[in-house]
Structure formats: C-alpha cells, structure tokens
C-alpha cells in the first residue's frame, strides 16, 4: 500500500520561493506533483519516473524543479519565481505500477500554494 503526505505549503508574495516535500511510504515507480486552483481543472505539474527522468509542464518550466531523495523515499517540488496564478492546492501523487504511463493511483491530501501579488 502506497502512503503520500505532502508538506511545505503556504503564503508567499510573487517572485518568492516555496518548496513542498512528499513523503512516501511503499514501493514507487513514478511520482508527479499536480494542482488544482478553484474553478480549474487539476494539472500536472511536474513529473519524475523510476530512472530520474522529469518532466515539467510549460507553465512552470524554468520556475519548478522536481527532485526525489530515493534513500528517504521523500518528493521535492522547489518553486521559484512564484506568481499568483501558481496559487492552488497542490497534491502529490504516485504507483508503483508502469503502463506506458504513470497511472497515479495514489495520492496526498493536498498542501495549499497562495501567491499574493
């Protein structure tokens, strides 16, 4: 069984920085940060497989960098340059499982990202 509890979330003024942790507990494949602001659909965030490969979504290239501690089993997101629209709940995810995708069929409870202009 697969156990995800993020942390780190919080209030920052844009341009800042925040960095959320994920940590996990069970055997991980794959791992993703996603989010979901009000009235939004939820979004992948940024990603990161077994092999250490990452990948970002275009909104946050640049800005975002995910980062795994294979020893702590522990998932890292450090946002930088932070702008109001990063405002959302963010929510870690992950398998243990590979089907030509992540099928992310576990997930956190979510750590709240506000970005104040």
């Known amino acids: 069984q697969v156990q995800l509890l993020e942390s780190g979330g919080g209030s920052v003024q844009a341009g800042g920085s925040l960095r959320l942790s994920c940590a996990a507990s069970g055997h991980i494949y794959c791992m993703g940060w996603f989010r979901q602001a009000p009235g939004k659909e939820r979004e992948g965030v940024a990603h990161?497989?077994?092999?250490?490969?990452?990948t970002y979504a275009d909104s946050v290239k640049g800005r975002f960098t995910i980062s795994k501690d294979y020893a702590k089993n522990t998932l890292f997101l450090q946002m930088n340059a932070l702008e109001s629209e990063d405002s959302a709940m963010y929510y870690c995810?992950?398998?243990?499982?590979?089907?030509?995708?992540?099928?992310?069929?576990?997930w956190g409870q979510g750590t709240q990202v506000t970005v104040s202009s």
């Open positions: 995810a992950a398998d243990y499982r590979w089907v030509g995708h992540c099928p992310y069929g576990f």
């Open positions: 990161i497989d077994i092999k250490g490969t990452a």
